[in-house]
């Protein structure tokens, strides 16, 4: 016998508030009975086979329209992208980790569209679950208006806030650095074959947190420590909640167009220094807005007005910075790219008042990066390089504070 659930949907039919303790542990996907598919009439059905039922929410964004889908918990293993979606309706899918004990997946739609159907059928013998979804075609109006991400304190982390400025610190006090582990979760960055981006940047991440303690003055924290997403905004807030005197955030892309190999330190700027960072700034930037991540309310001119005019008193240790890793990196050996220092609008580099760097450690795209990146010692080589450039860095930024101050 089957039961069915029915999801209180956001968009169309409300929010889900399926109790948890009707379901227990983590579900697994069923790869091999989960399709999403064109039906009649304009209609796409989204059906996903799981091991057991588990409590779920939808929720639709805009600009551009996609659908949601929010589960408490799925374990995504075995199940391919192109495999699951056989969909002209739907541009693109995403899935993963989210929050801790939260998973999501993300359908980015061709065009606007509403949740027609919505329940979650459990055997009653094997306990396993069945959502079955149907959407069907909107006006852009309608969709619009019934956009937007739910505020559900069950669901979501708690808003992220702003510390006081960072206190000025004594001489000897360890040097506070925060490392962000680029992407995470259910966006996975660059892929190449069964490597992806955010695994290789996390492990990097633990073992320069590694290098940076046991050569003593550093206090580390990362902006996540498991694969899961954090967003651009709260990887910010993070650094500001740490009192960072330095943000590093690691990646290691991909670029389809032309060959890019060796390490690369980007500073922010509104215009990019060449078209190759240009994408690598829309790439990082999009990875948050396939994550389901509502950007609708994040347009405050005054305010960013006010934080251009904060960076400027930041900018000298910002640019000093990116300089000492750059020749840190270079004096190890390790391969850096004939353009080490570039320029982009990154999101991610927008805490005002912390000096903040992304470091492209290396391209997923070149052959030989990628060997690189796989190598626990060409990696440790490359920390130590980080390491030497921030010590050699600490000690040029107080000097040229010093004369600033004169």
């Known amino acids: 016998m089957i039961r069915v659930w029915v999801a209180l949907v956001v968009f169309a039919l409300s929010c889900s508030d399926l109790s948890a303790h009707e379901f227990t542990a983590l579900a697994r996907i069923i790869p091999e009975s989960s399709r999403i598919s064109d039906q009649a009439r304009g209609?796409?059905?989204?059906?996903?086979?799981?091991?057991?039922?588990?409590?779920?929410?939808?929720?639709?964004?805009?600009?551009?329209?996609?659908?949601?889908v929010d589960f408490k918990e799925v374990d995504w293993s075995g199940l391919d992208r192109e495999t699951l979606l056989d969909s002209n309706r739907i541009a693109q899918v995403q899935f993963?980790?989210?929050?801790?004990?939260?998973?999501?997946?993300?359908?980015?739609?061709?065009?606007?569209?509403?949740?027609?159907?919505?329940?979650m059928r459990i055997d009653d013998d094997s306990g396993a679950g069945h959502l079955v979804l149907t959407l069907a075609p909107v006006s852009a109006d309608r969709f619009a208006a019934?956009?937007?991400?739910?505020?559900?304190?069950?669901?979501?982390?708690?808003?992220?806030?702003l510390t006081p400025l960072r206190p000025t610190r004594g001489e000897n006090a360890p040097l506070v650095v925060v490392l962000d582990p680029g992407h995470g979760g259910i966006d996975p960055g660059a892929e190449a074959g069964d490597v992806a981006e955010k695994h290789l940047m996390l492990t990097f991440a633990r073992e320069l947190r590694e290098v940076l303690l046991r050569s003593g003055g550093f206090q580390v924290m990362l902006t996540r420590e498991s694969d899961h997403f954090v967003s651009l905004e709260r990887r910010i807030a993070l650094a500001h909640q740490a009192r960072a005197d330095v943000f590093i955030s690691l990646h290691a892309d991909a670029l389809t167009e032309g060959l890019a190999?060796?390490?690369?330190?980007?500073?922010?700027?509104?215009?990019?220094?060449d078209k190759a960072s240009a994408k690598l700034a829309e790439r990082h930037?999009?990875?948050?807005?396939?994550?389901?991540?509502?950007?609708?309310?994040?347009?405050?001119?005054?305010?960013?007005?006010?934080?251009d005019l904060a960076r400027r008193e930041t900018q000298p240790s910002t640019e000093l910075l990116a300089r000492a890793v750059v020749d840190g990196i270079s004096q190890t050996g390790s391969p850096i790219n004939r353009r080490p220092l570039r320029r982009a609008a990154f999101s991610v580099l927008k805490a005002a008042d912390i000096p903040s760097i992304l470091i492209e450690v290396g391209f997923m795209s070149s052959p030989r990066d990628l060997?690189?990146?796989?190598?626990?010692?060409?990696?440790?080589?490359?920390a130590l390089g980080i390491r030497n450039g921030?010590?050699?860095?600490?000690?040029?930024?107080?000097?040229?504070?010093?004369l600033r101050r004169k």
């Open 371 to 382: 060997r690189n990146l796989q190598d626990a010692a060409w990696r440790e080589n490359m």
């Open 96 to 119: 993963g980790g989210y929050l801790p004990g939260l998973s999501r997946l993300v359908a980015e739609l061709v065009q606007p569209m509403a949740v027609r159907q919505a329940a």
């Open 390 to 402: 921030l010590v050699n860095w600490r000690k040029a930024d107080a000097v040229q504070r010093a």
């Open 43 to 68: 209609t796409v059905g989204i059906n996903l086979a799981l091991s057991q039922g588990v409590p779920y929410r939808l929720f639709t964004l805009n600009d551009p329209p996609r659908l949601v």
């Open 261 to 273: 190999h060796g390490a690369t330190v980007h500073l922010l700027s509104a215009e990019a220094s």
């Open 146 to 161: 019934k956009a937007g991400a739910p505020t559900d304190p069950r669901w979501d982390l708690p808003a992220p806030t």
């Open 285 to 307: 930037d999009r990875g948050d807005l396939l994550s389901g991540i509502d950007l609708s309310a994040m347009d405050d001119r005054v305010t960013d007005i006010l934080l």
